[in-house]
């Protein structure tokens, strides 16, 4: 036998899968600690150091690789392995053996929380699954005790070490990980502490030493700012307090809420602060993401058994994010349909607790397949109104106060995520044009920015502030009045102009916009020229956009807000046009 526990890849990710368990001989240690792992229920590692004891004769096993390290490890080149889970969830031992029972050469391989134990003969067609077991990772209290049991007799907590919040953010943490945190926050205070007899570990040192031992946290980068409380979103926060202290003081249940409401308004946001908020043992994600390479069979396969494994922790929550797209991956769609129509129907276990917070922007097509049905609650998530804006824009950019409602009321109604977009491409566009210092061009630059929930649909009209010499306007492009390889959305124009009638103003509707871009002519048109009421509103992104030809720079966005093209050109108003904006024409480059 040749056991190599503990061996952490992500130090040698490097190493060919298949030479890796030839690693180590470790067999005493094995034959010694295995009984009392077992009996403790001490975690994977030590398990199978156990199931190393029973069959002695001819196994490998190398525990406790961090396959999330080697994840550029193409799969194929991982013959012995077999096809893994890219995120394998909880600690699983698959344990396959021979048809006849006798244990053969086996890798272990641990894939984040996941241990995959697969016998050398696992392509042969013949083989079939001996046995699975599963192992849980440690559920919240039992961090709790790793962590303050692997505190050294010459160290202490300071009173700011926030334990509670803590375990919270080490979900999907294992034993070993754990105790390894704990040690490296100690390490880390006695190195800040010198020669102190007692060394105290803030909140700070174990947050730097949970950067090295945290498994990836999708929870994080579905909440990526902190909270602003928006008037728009607290009657959903009251109401899904109400359904989580319900949650929380009934012994056995199980919640399904969907979060419904058009794109990019904080669905999978408010979902993740649940999860962040809140004491889990588990929180699965479940994004459409996570399938690309997958086919049906295994997307379908991967819901059950994440699902299951939800199941077996007491307190458990699953976020299905975007769940109408994960569905429309698979066809014909009733196959994956009836997969979640089943898990969502599962009744917990006795004294287990199970939420679902699922989110979609298309809950006319989760009616269409009934799965809306298994839902006990569904809340609207809605767009920012004026009020949620300035919010925004007073919390997260620094516009100056006086042209804060201004713009809010330009730009409202508009989902939060557009909102975000449209002020970081402005206020970048416009620190640019500060550092430039030249101040000289009338257009220097136009960005194309692409609303969410209708792909090249114009939703603001147009808008634009004015700080200083330097304006910023904000023009919205119908999809079918822009051409090949042109902007297909608004767009955001920095100018050192001044806007001419108002600082900030632009309309909301789309029959404002049509005064401010297409009736228009020229630079510096006068609102009556206009012939529309609402003129002197739109006049000030006129003066920007609505000339005849203007020369521009033009950087492409994609969703993520990544660039990917860059190019010149000239920009023309269109005439024609019945709604906002301007067409533009040009080669990108
Ligand atoms: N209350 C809030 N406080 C701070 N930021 C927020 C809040 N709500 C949403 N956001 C931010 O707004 C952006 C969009 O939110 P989110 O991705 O949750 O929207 P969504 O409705 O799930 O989008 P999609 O429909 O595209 O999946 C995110 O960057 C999120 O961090």
Redo the contacts with the bound molecule.
Sequence with gaps: MAISPNIRLRSCTHTPIDEVPRVGRNQDQALTTAPKAIANGEGATLFLNHYAARAPDRMAISSNIRLRSCTHTPIDEVPRVGRLVPEAKGVKIHILEEEDNRTAEITVLRSDCAILVFARSVFRPSLVIFKTIQMSLPGIQRRLEILLSSMMPNSELSCDADLDRLVIETSGCSESELKHLATNAQYIASCREGSNKIVTSTIDDFQMALEDVKPFDPLKS?????????PE?REINRTLRLLLNDFWCTPCISINIL?E?????????????IGLTNKFDLVRVITPDAFIRLSDLEICDEITTSWKEAQSYALSLIII??IERIVQNVQPYSTISNVFNDCLKMKPMKNHKHMVVA?T?DLTFLQSIKLQEHFQISLN?PKLTIEGVAK?ISQ?FSIPFEHQIPVATTLAPV???DL?RILELATRKQDETSSDGNGSSSITDIDTYQP??SPGKAEYGQSSFNQGKQAICFDPIEPDQVGAGQANSGSIHISDQECPTQAMSAPTTSAQAECASTNCTQADCDPTDCGQADCGQASAGRAVSNCHEQSYQETRIDEDGVNFAEGTGSFLQNEDMNEGGGNMVGQLA
């Design positions: 579905m909440r990526k700012f902190e909270p602003i409380d928006l979103q979060l409401g058009t794109r990019g308004t904080g669905k999978s946001f408010l979902a993740a602060n994010d975007d989110t922007s998530v925004v997260m989902a939060i995520k975000i969410s929930d």
